[in-house]
């Protein structure tokens, strides 16, 4: 009932006409919005997956330990597979950059695609600008150059929060239980391996719950985020118990980000009323206005974070680098969503009407302007690659709370930690099965 009282937006298939040209049009663009997962799809992800592996195959050369080496987390893992003659560390830290960027795609991909309501193109511009390097998004391998500058526990995190934050948009919009306890699942996993991963996926998670809130139902969705954040922290509380939490509160970026928050949070009393009131004006409702509202709102919250990071002698969340994965991804989404509406919108206002008059010069135009972006855009991608094969790979990032070691021995506070998390997992192991016995799971919701 709530999605049958959605108004529409504007759609390039109901405006169209009736003319000849407006039926072909309505037949070639159909197959690219509004459908499920078919060969177009693979087809896609397979093109976008073959492109990224060409790229970033020097850096799966070369011995990546210094790159985790500021992850507690990863390198426990990594020194326990080695010590019982598993592996060796090298080797697992080599597997893990070759599945954070391998998924890292794929992830975007179908993260995009449905958030803007399964819009085949837009998803794989999307895509293929956070691929390769071009002059919209950095002219860099976002998290190649991640790995490369030593956070790579950030890279491999982030890689698959995209999926993390898909399942998140089901469960906060459809409340469907098997979903919130991936998502639950995902997100504990995201802040065990990289904090600043999850302070990352925090802010996009806020973001969707507050597009899929103006879609009806606010206060429910709001209260599933909560149950989403309570569910993830008690599974990675085992990590993150009270004396951990105290040490992190002493390091300095984390102390000055929660003093200048507190400083700001009288400002922020008046104004969040009023732009909630102004956004539920525009966006009530208006299912089409959802994938603006989320890439405008990211694209300027990490132009924000930054730009501001940038102006700060501190170290942390307060990186500027460290942005850089991030500020790629919001940009690849904006700028291609951006793209698709104005060649969409330039079709239907002027490029129909006019006919063969405009068309074939619009045409002639078009195609020059991409084949020069797309030789630009290969040339940086080739230069990006002969440098993953030579480039020092240093730690620029051992001061943040990933590297935070933990005590030896099973104390107290350890084993409640513990508990804990295993009460957290028992518990959501009987939500699914739950769920189950009442038949509510509907997997497909996700894609």
């Known amino acids: 009932m709530e999605r049958d ?31 499920k997962i078919n060969k177009t799809t693979f087809l896609f992800l397979g093109f976008v997956f073959i492109v990224n592996i060409f790229l970033i195959y020097p850096l799966l050369t070369r011995d990546l330990t210094v790159s985790y080496s500021s992850s507690q987390a990863l390198s426990f893992f990594g020194n326990f597979l080695e010590s019982i003659g598993f592996i060796p560390k090298s080797y697992f830290f080599l597997f893990l950059t070759f599945t954070s960027l391998s998924i890292a ?53 982030f890689s698959f929060a995209p999926l993390v934050l898909l399942t998140s948009q089901v469960f906060i919009g459809t409340g469907l239980p098997f979903w919130g306890v991936v998502s639950a699942a995902g997100t504990g996993l995201v802040s065990f391996i990289s904090p600043f991963a999850l ?22 969705k709001f209260i599933r985020l909560v149950f989403l954040l309570a569910s993830s922290f008690g599974l990675s509380f085992f990590w993150y118990y009270p004396n951990i939490i105290g040490k992190i509160l002493d390091l300095s970026h984390v102390s000055y980000a929660l003093n200048k928050s ?78 698709v509406l104005i060649i969409e919108s330039a079709l239907r206002n002027y490029i129909l009407k006019a006919k063969k008059l405009i068309f074939f010069p619009f045409t002639i135009v078009f195609y020059t302007l991409l084949t020069l972006f797309l030789i630009f855009s290969v040339q940086n991608a080739l230069a990006e690659r002969n440098e993953l094969a030579y480039k020092a790979i240093v730690n620029n990032y051992n001061s943040g709370i990933g590297s935070l070691a933990r005590g030896e021995g099973l104390a107290m506070p350890d084993l409640i930690a513990g508990a804990v998390s295993l009460f957290t997992l028992a518990f959501l192991l009987f939500v699914i099965k739950r769920s189950q016995s009442i038949g509510i799971i509907k997997k497909k919701e996700v894609i």
């Open 105 to 157: 795609p794929i992830s975007f991909y179908l993260f995009v695609r449905r958030t803007v309501l399964r819009h085949e193109m837009t998803a794989f511009l999307a895509t293929l600008l956070y691929v390769l390097p071009n002059p919209l998004t950095g002219n860099n391998l976002p998290l190649a150059q991640a790995i490369i500058s030593g956070d790579g526990a950030h890279a491999f995190a």
């Open 262 to 339: 507190w400083s700001i949070f009288p400002l922020l009393v008046p104004s969040v009323p009023i732009l909630g009131i102004i956004f539920f004006l525009i966006l009530d409702r208006r299912e089409k206005l959802k994938p603006i509202f989320i890439s405008l709102s990211l694209f300027i919250i990490y132009l924000f974070l930054y730009g501001t990071s940038r102006n700060l002698a501190v170290s942390g969340i307060f990186t500027a680098e460290r942005y850089l994965v991030e500020m790629s991804f919001v940009r690849a989404f904006f700028f291609s969503l951006i793209i």
């Open 5 to 35: 009282s959605l108004k529409r937006g504007v759609e390039l298939t109901n405006r169209l006409g009736e003319s000849g040209v407006g039926k072909k049009i309505q037949a070639t663009f159909s197959w690219w919005t509004g459908g």
């Open 199 to 220: 302070f990352n996926l925090l802010i996009f998670l806020i973001i969707v719950t507050v597009a899929e809130g103006f879609m009806g139902n606010f206060r429910t």
